[in-house]
């Protein structure tokens, strides 16, 4: 079983990486562990925090998208290979790869802030993010909000387009910090390389 | 913290390591694309449109631009921008190359003219319309030659002949390149061609950094496939190079001469050089970093440099720019390599299977897709986009060379006939 899955590596900057998986890692839902000890009961997040010398700070798993952020100055070319051998392994094994996220108890802050945010950014998204990318038929989704941190997913012209850094970073970056200044970070997780109909396409040498 | 205003084509492959690079350093990032972004209303500083057909216009409206939002450093990242950097930086006294040098860079026929004048080797070449009768020119030339179109990128329509039959197939080739419309958009450079003297031997790629008109050598890569023709596809990247020291010192050498000869002060430069028996060749260079995806087998300084943390070439580009330290101008230890993949055949690409397999082989970093589904795949010469990437790492250039060939291999393109 181990052999057939397949997983592409996306880097997204020095730091991060997505890689995208051939079966669902975590189907139906957005899990994200900010520290090795909120790992515990996700078999996949433990062995990707014990990768030795990684030190990821971040992992987010929606679907069959795994998304690593380290703090090793490692190039993702040098240590892609542990990551994809950990969800190999653990994939492997059957068995539940990551919990689901445990559902905050009413009033608990971390819930209600991370609720506020995600209808500040949605709210964001739909008034002025979307209908700016739309004249190029992009989309951007948002996908959660968890710690502070917005997961998205850009879709049609977005996804797989040779401008799609540039509008997260130089764009929606920039909105978020504007309008909803609490937002930690951003984390893109649309798998570029699926994107059948990119607005601008890379050709050039 | 510094304002750099990047120049960023929409067509480029560089975008994500450029803005990555711009992270690293904590520049505030301006992006000037010939496009606009339809976020730009939302972060006026931040988003630039410029004509970069039109050097001069694009100087004056950044002039413009920067009372409001001042810059201290512009970087172009391909032939077209390098020249409206140098436009920019001239406007502006910021650091860069004096026009007429980036001109020069872009222009095979101007580039030539000068690398003659200067006496840096190049080939015996001659410029000729379009409109001329291709009969009548194959009678006049040296064979083996090679038709070159005066702008295009990637060895598109650079096509070998080697008799009067060939020239003339060629030159059919090459007029309905050039007649392509992203190709006469070019204007008057699309109504002519070069043609070239073949130069027989081994061909390197030089990367460098030219620092107050001193080149730096950052790498030279051999290209262990032969480019011999009639096409002039790349394959394989591999650093460093086999070629003797003495060798690549002559290489260095024939590479500044003709840095200083054109004029370049400052940037990046790439140059594809040939040596035979009679010594190296100056085939091109260009203002403007190595293309494609391929700068991401190249990273300098690191902790076995005492440096600390390893940079890319990206960021010592910018921070070139910005006149901010530069860590290391040092390559890491190890060999590196890239394969440009081949186009694998003419059609609408459907899927490509063997991806995890080809990541598989041991010392393979990464195998990049940059193709997508539902994209028509164009060969040499009509094309020039390669469908992805493939990187390798290891100790020697040798053992590198064979992984990207290995992992080449488990690759298949399943492509619908067009």
């Keep these: 079983m181990t052999a057939e899955i397949r997983i592409t590596a996306e880097p997204i900057d020095n730091q991060r990486c997505k890689f995208m998986v051939s079966e669902p890692v975590l189907a139906g839902g957005v899990r994200r562990f900010a520290a090795a000890d909120e790992a515990k009961g996700s078999p996949l997040a433990e062995a990707i925090f014990a990768i030795p010398g990684l030190a990821v700070s971040e992992l987010i798993v929606s679907g069959n998208i795994v998304t690593v952020v380290k703090q090793s100055a490692a190039p993702w070319q040098a240590v892609g290979k542990a990551v994809g051998a950990a969800i190999r392994s653990t994939l492997g094994a059957g068995g539940q790869a990551v919990a689901p996220a445990r559902k905050p108890a009413t009033g608990e802050a971390s819930a209600l802030t991370d609720d506020a945010l995600y209808e500040q950014v949605a709210r964001l998204f739909d008034e002025q993010v979307n209908p700016m990318v739309a004249r190029h038929g992009g989309r951007v989704e948002l996908i959660d909000v968890q710690d502070a941190v917005v997961m998205l997913r850009m879709g049609g012209g977005c996804q797989g387009c040779g401008m799609a850094d540039v509008t997260l970073r130089q764009g929606i970056e920039g909105m978020l910090a504007q309008a909803v200044p609490a937002v930690r970070g951003i984390v893109d997780i649309t798998d570029h390389t699926s994107g059948a109909n990119p607005y601008f396409q890379a050709s050039k040498k | 913290m510094p304002r750099l205003l990047l120049l960023l084509p929409t067509t480029t492959y560089r975008t994500a390591a ?26 006026p500083a931040g988003f630039l449109t410029l004509d970069f057909h039109n050097p001069e216009r694009a100087a004056d409206d950044v002039h413009v631009f920067a009372r ?23 406007r502006l006294k910021l650091k860069g190359n004096p026009l ?22 190049i080939p015996r070449f001659a410029r000729h319309m379009l409109a001329e009768d291709p009969a009548e020119v194959a009678k006049t030339i040296h064979y083996p030659c090679v038709l070159k179109p005066l702008r295009l990128s990637a060895s598109r329509g650079v096509i070998r002949a080697d008799n009067p039959q060939g020239f003339i197939r060629a030159y059919g080739q090459l007029k309905g390149i050039l007649a392509e419309p992203d190709a006469a958009a070019c204007g008057e450079p699309a109504w002519q061609f070069l043609v070239e003297e073949f130069i027989p031997g081994y061909e390197v790629a030089l990367e460098g950094l030219v620092v107050n008109r001193r080149l730096h050598v950052l790498a030279v890569f051999d290209k262990p496939d032969p480019l011999d023709g009639p096409f002039f596809e790349e394959t394989i990247y591999v650093t460093p190079s086999s070629v003797p020291a003495g060798l690549q ?10 840095v200083r000869a054109l004029g370049i002060s400052e940037g990046p430069i790439h140059a594809e050089l040939r040596y035979n028996e009679r010594g190296p060749w100056l085939i091109e260079l260009a203002a403007r970093p190595i293309g494609g995806r391929c700068s991401a087998v190249l990273r300098f300084g690191g902790r076995e440099q005492g440096a600390g943390s390893s940079v ?24 590196a390599g890239v394969m440009m993949i081949p186009i694998p055949g003419a059609g609408k690409l459907k899927e490509v299977r063997g991806v995890a397999e080809a990541k598989a082989v041991a010392l393979v970093e990464d195998v990049q897709i940059t193709a997508h589904p539902g994209e028509h795949l164009v060969p040499f010469p009509y094309g020039s986009r390669y469908p992805g990437f493939i990187f390798a790492r290891g100790e020697t250039a040798a053992v590198v060379e064979a992984a990207l060939r290995d992992a080449h291999r488990r690759l298949m393109f399943v492509l619908e006939s067009s």
């Design chain 2, 100 to 121: 007429h040098a980036a001109v020069a860079g872009r222009d095979k026929h101007q580039q030539r003219e000068r690398l003659a004048e200067a006496g840096v080797p």
């Design chain 2, 18 to 43: 450029f803005v990555e690079a711009a992270r690293q350093i904590d520049a505030e990032l301006t992006v000037a694309s010939e496009r606009p972004s339809t976020l730009e209303p939302a972060n």
């Design chain 2, 312 to 335: 890319s070439l990206e960021e010592i580009i910018l921070r070139h720019a910005l006149d901010m330290p530069i860590p290391s101008l040092q390559r890491e230890r190890q060999a």
């Design chain 2, 68 to 90: 409001k939002h001042p810059i201290q450093g512009v970087v172009g990242v391909d032939d077209d921008t390098a020249i409206v950097a140098a436009a920019v930086a001239e």
């Design chain 2, 249 to 258: 010192t002559a290489i260095a050498d024939c590479a500044e001469r003709a």
